[in-house]
């Protein structure tokens, strides 16, 4: 929610290592052909030995066969034997949905050692690396694949890799009803949800009682949904707002910034020169950003901001006022209602303020992004959505 856009680093779903067809077929006694298949399992696409291995070498190199993993000639040729370089173990298991381990058999058979899923590929992940497996032949994460979310008020949004929208929760204004199209990402408000297409158009939907799902015309390189207004910024660098303008959140400075952010009833963004500007509702200290130069900000109550030295700053007066802003550094940050999350340099998130709901309490894992909502939060790992605290409405259960 309000938070400004930042790009996203996706996992590569790990493809099977590719090896080459033998040279020769004769004598050839077991051949195994793979591909990758619904919701990024490693199929075993086919098996065959013997005369069946030698034919499949000479005629059946389909289109369809993603990679061949591995193929041996039987002991008592001359020919050595070949199988498919290894792939390395995955460096976080959290999402994996299916792993492959293999080793060479009795008279070179390409042994399938063990094929697990879901929660046991987690396991086997992360702890039966046992040396008796001769080879992990293929990974994958499984499910829908995500490169974005961010968490409204009541509802969610993510944008999936192929760029379609999917969003849950509230939707009594059918915010949470995106149209058709492709987004390159999304922010999700009180109430409503706007989205930047690839033409840097912005498409929203949803409640629009004040202009909030009527964006201007024009080319943008990215958009924030706050409480009843929305901001974004033009291809040449200034900020435009629509909707209720009643404490002047819609009323952005002139100049050029690099990121912007819609909150309640104020609005904050970074100038090219790294200072923060705010406008719009100023009790509170809202609008009375901290010092220093910063890369990313997040407007709500409170505000949060990172410096380019990384670390984080907080102004704004909230219920929870005396938690304190974490040390450290950090890689994003998502203020919400009365609490806030971020990432840290190295993948976990971080929450704190208001826990009424159990917003304040992430589970564990890496993540590339957080986003903090109403009274929840929502986190992308391993293209994979994860979302906690209240699930008043569903926003916390994505229907995948």
């Keep these: 929610m309000t938070a400004a856009v930042a790009a996203v680093a996706l996992f590569a779903l790990a493809a099977p290592v590719l ?4 040279t020769t077929c004769v004598d050839l006694n077991d051949i195994v052909e793979t591909h990758l298949g619904n919701d990024g399992n490693v199929g075993i696409y086919q098996r065959v030995f013997g005369d069946q291995a030698e034919q499949e070498c000479q005629n059946d190199h389909r289109d369809d066969v993603r990679g061949v993993f591995a193929w041996a000639f039987d002991e008592q040729a001359d020919t050595a034997r070949e199988d498919a370089p290894e792939l390395a173990w995955p460096t ?25 899923f879901g929660d046991q590929a987690e396991t086997a992940c992360r702890s039966d690396h046992r040396p008796d497996v001769r080879r992990v032949f293929a990974w994958a994460f499984g499910g829908a694949q995500f490169q974005a979310v961010d968490a409204g008020y009541y509802h969610s949004c993510g944008v999936l890799t192929d760029g379609t929208v999917t969003c849950w929760g509230q939707n009594d204004a059918g915010q949470a009803t995106p149209p058709d199209g492709t987004f390159q990402s999304i922010s999700a408000g009180n109430g409503f949800t706007c989205g930047l297409r690839p033409d840097g158009s912005i498409t929203c939907w949803g409640l629009n009682e004040f202009g909030q799902a009527s964006p201007p015309v024009g080319a943008f390189t990215s958009v924030s949904a706050g409480g009843l207004h929305a901001c974004g910024i ?6 435009a707002c629509w909707g209720i303008n009643n404490n002047g959140q819609a ?6 910034f690099s990121a912007v952010s819609a909150g309640d009833a104020h609005s904050c963004g970074i100038r090219a020169s790294g200072i923060v500007a705010c406008w719009g509702f100023s009790q509170y200290g809202l609008t009375t950003p901290a010092s220093g130069a910063f890369r990313s900000i997040s407007a709500s109550s409170p505000t949060c901001g990172i410096r380019t030295d990384n670390t984080l700053a907080c102004w704004g007066f909230t219920p929870w006022n005396q938690a304190p802003v ?17 990432v840290r340099s190295n993948g976990t998130v971080e929450c704190w303020g208001g826990n009424a709901s159990g917003e304040s309490t992430p589970p564990s894992g890496i993540f590339e992004a957080v986003s903090s909502g109403g009274d929840h939060a929502c986190g992308l790992r391993n293209r994979a959505i994860t979302c906690w ?12």
């Design 19 to 22: 090896a080459q067809w033998p």
């Design 92 to 116: 976080d298991c959290v999402e994996l949905n299916d792993i492959v381990e293999a080793h060479l058999g009795n008279i070179s058979n390409v042994e399938i050692y063990q094929r697990t």
């Design 234 to 239: 033009r291809s040449d660098g200034t900020v």
């Design 251 to 256: 009323s952005p400075p002139s100049g050029v």
């Design 326 to 342: 974490p040390a450290g550094t950090f890689k994003a940050v998502n203020a919400g209602r009365d609490f806030a999350c971020g």
């Design 389 to 400: 605290g209240s699930n008043t409405y569903g926003q916390v259960s994505w229907p995948g």
